[in-house]
């Protein structure tokens, strides 16, 4: 297995991934394909030029089982020390064919040492109940619940 940094080869397996996980999760979504992925093709090109976005794959034999997006949240300067942003994690998915193989705790566990070598603050995640039980088997705690204001 290679866990790596998506390149722009990955992007049609990643907008299929994309569109796999939303339909497991919510079957009754039901959008036009063909219209989903010209969006997601563009946000991806656009991601994975910049420097916020940090795709990561697993790649067994040329399939990618199971990608963590990262998004960089950079913080307001503080006096008195250095400031580096925190990671937001988000689309975290192993397609069901290679579930429960370690791949995602494989992952998880390189996305931690890429952070901490690059000094990030902390990494946060927003899991689904169900999902919960993963993070905290690698090392994620619950922290205080955010507040937001929907528009």
């Given at each position: 297995?290679?866990?790596?940094?998506a390149a722009e080869k990955d992007i049609d397996s990643l907008i299929l991934m994309r569109w796999e996980f939303t339909i497991e999760h919510q079957p009754h979504v039901r959008d036009d394909f063909d219209?989903?992925?010209?969006?997601?093709?563009?946000?991806?090109?656009?991601?994975?030029?910049?420097?916020?976005?940090?795709?990561?794959?697993?790649?067994?034999?040329?399939?990618?089982?199971?990608?963590?997006?990262?998004?960089?949240?950079?913080?307001?300067?503080?006096?008195?020390?250095?400031?580096?942003?925190?990671?937001?994690?988000?689309?975290?998915?192993?397609?069901?064919?290679?579930?429960?193989?370690?791949?995602?705790?494989?992952?998880?566990?390189?996305?931690?040492?890429?952070?901490?070598?690059?000094?990030?603050?902390?990494?946060?995640?927003?899991?689904?109940?169900?999902?919960?039980?993963?993070?905290?088997?690698?090392?994620?705690?619950?922290?205080?619940?955010?507040?937001?204001?929907?528009?």
């Open positions: 297995m290679i866990i790596r940094e219209l989903f992925a010209t969006e997601c093709r563009a946000f991806l090109e656009q991601a994975m030029s910049g420097e916020r976005w940090h795709i990561w794959v697993a790649e067994l034999n040329g399939i990618i089982a199971s990608h963590v997006y990262i998004q960089l949240i950079d913080k307001v300067p503080r006096p008195g020390r250095v400031t580096y942003p925190f990671a937001y994690m988000t689309n975290v998915y192993t397609d069901p064919d290679y579930r429960a193989q370690g791949i995602g705790s494989q992952m998880l566990q390189t996305i931690r040492e890429w952070a901490k070598a690059n000094k990030y603050e902390f990494i946060i995640v927003w899991p689904s109940e169900e999902a919960r039980e993963f993070y905290s088997r690698n090392g994620y705690v619950l922290c205080n619940d955010p507040m937001e204001l929907q528009l």
